[in-house]
């Protein structure tokens, strides 16, 4: 079973890192494109802290000789020709997304409101669910008004599903902006919100195209 | 990987922090069991009240109810928000205290 | 990749560690994000990541198929 950690442009060699299980990676070559993998006996993965380290690890040291596009975590062939195939079926847009993301990382943001809503006070349901519909609607608003800057500074930016938290938002930024992009985060942190960011990423949500 | 936070908000706890809490209360005397199984309880019904009430509002957003659904949805849910505020009294537990330390997965709710 | 942890102003609510802050991040963009290639995407969840997993199954994939049009069952 061959396990998928990233799309690269062809190069030499495989990365010099540990795979899964410390499994040896290798390159597998498709015209200008290469996809980096290891070989392991027929298994499932667990998506747990270690495993996905690892392969977060894998794509990171694949960006060192150039551009990477990480694939989704699980993602296995029982063949190499089947991989080649999948990877060919993509490869006009694959290359262009590794053109894409070039020199750039990803950084995630989230943000919340810091103060706890007060509890909503209603009479009738219609009251009680338009109550926490426009308290949604508030909270996001204002998040978003405090994301604005930062599009400014990234190539590109997409917004996850929110979370009971608050807004999750990823950015493409390039290499060189990261520090000043965490400074213009951290100018958020003023403004009654709670704000985390983590990064530099592989560009996890800049590969396939937005739903 | 904690080389990876760039910025946290501020109330962080330390990585080994209330692990021990939740099973030091289960182990006291029967009171302490009995708070701390309510704890439990109460944390599961308390994310599945907010899960429900996340798809009622995406329901809702979406335009696929009824104005008659609604209602009684709403009135479900307020009704079910105001049992979990009496529930929380009865037992002496506060919103901080539900919510369960998944380790590294982090806080339930 | 070095990183600072700038901490500010008091909040209610407690925040993850920065350990999880990190991995919660990870986890929403390896298991959400990343080239889909057509191939077997098999995951083991065990014991709390069923939690966790199977929670964010829920929310998102309600979410992402709705938007895709996708008809769920009542």
Redesign the interface.
């Known amino acids: 079973m061959i396990y998928l950690y990233a799309v690269v442009e062809r190069r030499a060699g495989p990365p010099a890192a540990a795979g899964l299980e410390d499994a040896p990676l290798e390159a597998l070559r498709l015209d200008r494109l290469a996809v980096i993998c290891s070989r392991h006996a027929e298994k499932v993965f667990a998506p747990q802290a270690e495993a996905l380290w690892r392969h977060d690890r894998v794509v990171e040291e694949a960006m060192r000789g150039g551009p990477a596009l990480p694939v989704r975590f699980g993602t296995t062939f029982d063949e190499e020709r089947r991989a080649l195939a999948a990877l060919a079926a993509q490869a006009p847009r694959l290359a262009r997304r590794l053109h894409e993301v070039r020199g750039c990382v990803e950084l995630a943001v989230r943000v919340e409101p810091s103060s706890p809503w007060p509890t909503v006070a209603a009479r009738t349901g219609i009251g009680y669910l338009g109550a926490k519909l426009e308290r949604r609607r508030a909270a996001r608003s204002l998040a978003e008004q405090a994301l604005s800057p930062l599009d400014a500074l990234a190539v590109a930016s997409r917004r996850l599903a929110p979370s009971a938290a608050g807004l999750r938002a990823s950015y493409l930024v390039p290499s060189a902006r990261v520090e000043r992009f965490a400074d213009a985060v951290r100018g958020l942190c003023d403004r009654g919100l709670r704000v985390s960011c983590t990064g530099p990423w592989p560009p996890y949500s800049f590969v396939e195209d937005e739903v | 990987m904690s080389d990876k936070v760039l910025i946290a908000p501020a109330g962080g706890r330390p990585a080994a922090g209330h692990r021990g809490e939740l099973s030091r209360r289960i182990n006291a005397d029967p009171e302490s069991v009995e708070r701390g199984l309510a704890q439990l309880v109460l944390t599961i019904v308390e994310l599945l009240r907010q899960l429900v009430e996340r798809q009622a509002l995406h329901r809702v957003e979406d335009g696929t109810l009824s104005e008659e659904q609604i209602e009684r949805l709403g009135q479900t849910l307020m009704l079910l928000a105001e049992r979990m505020d009496e529930l929380k009294r009865e037992f002496g537990l506060q919103d901080s205290d539900l919510n369960l330390d998944l380790g590294p997965l982090g806080r339930l709710l | 990749?070095?990183?600072?942890?700038?901490?500010?102003?008091?909040?209610?609510?407690?925040?993850?560690?920065?350990?999880?802050?990190?991995?919660?991040?990870?986890?929403?963009?390896?298991?959400?994000?990343?080239?889909?290639?057509?191939?077997?995407?098999?995951?083991?969840?065990?014991d709390?990541?069923l939690?966790?997993?199977g929670?964010r199954a829920?929310?998102?994939s309600?979410?992402?198929a709705?938007?895709?049009g996708v008809r769920l069952p009542r």
């Open positions: 990749m070095n990183a600072s942890a700038v901490t500010v102003g008091g909040s209610p609510r407690p925040a993850p560690a920065s350990d999880d802050l990190a991995l919660i991040d990870l986890l929403d963009r390896l298991l959400d994000g990343g080239v889909v290639l057509a191939g077997d995407i098999t995951l083991a969840v065990a709390i990541d939690v966790y997993v929670l829920l929310i998102s309600v979410g992402a709705q938007a895709r």
